[in-house]
């Protein structure tokens, strides 16, 4: 895709506080993702359209778009802390970090959905990476869901 960034010039979201701020900052029609990843150098090489898949990791088939998490604030959360959603939608797919191996982080982008996956995750083509997480931001997003002391709720994680 002409005119991306290079990864490396990407802006670092530094915690968990100004994750919320860059969030509740985008524009009209702006919809922000999460994907844990290598990056978007990595995930865009191929360019825009088509080029831009994930992989089932199932049955190996390649997915019309990118595997994201939305930023997105669903209605039913209501006035509930807008920190520990977006901390949510962080922790949510924080094994994929041991998973897929060495130089996965998140990193946010602007997206636009184009499917749902096999686990029924957006599938997005990516407008615009955004910004890196810092581990920082991650360990702040951890801490804020283990503060709920929920006993039944953690990472989607089919092995746990």
Not at 123 to 146: F, G, H, I
Request: proline share 8%; charged share 25%; with cysteine.
């Amino acid at each position: 895709m002409r005119g991306l960034p290079n990864q490396a010039l990407l802006p670092v979201v530094e915690d968990l506080d100004q994750l919320v701020v860059l969030f509740r900052g985008s524009g009209p029609g702006e919809e922000l993702y999460v994907r844990w990843s290598v990056g978007p150098d990595a995930d865009l090489a191929g360019g825009h359209g088509a080029e831009q898949s994930s992989k089932d990791a199932l049955t190996g088939i390649d997915l019309p778009g990118l595997s994201a998490n939305p930023l997105a604030v669903e209605s039913w959360w209501g006035d509930r802390p807008l920190r520990l959603w977006v901390a949510r939608r962080l922790y949510d797919y924080c094994h994929l970090r041991q998973l897929r191996g060495p130089g996965v982080r998140p990193w946010v982008l602007v997206g636009e959905q184009c499917g749902r996956g096999p686990d029924n995750e957006p599938l997005v083509q990516c407008r615009r990476p955004v910004a890196w997480v810092s581990e920082r931001a991650l360990r702040e997003a951890e801490q804020a869901v283990q503060e709920q002391a929920s006993t039944e709720w953690g990472p989607l994680h089919r092995a746990d």
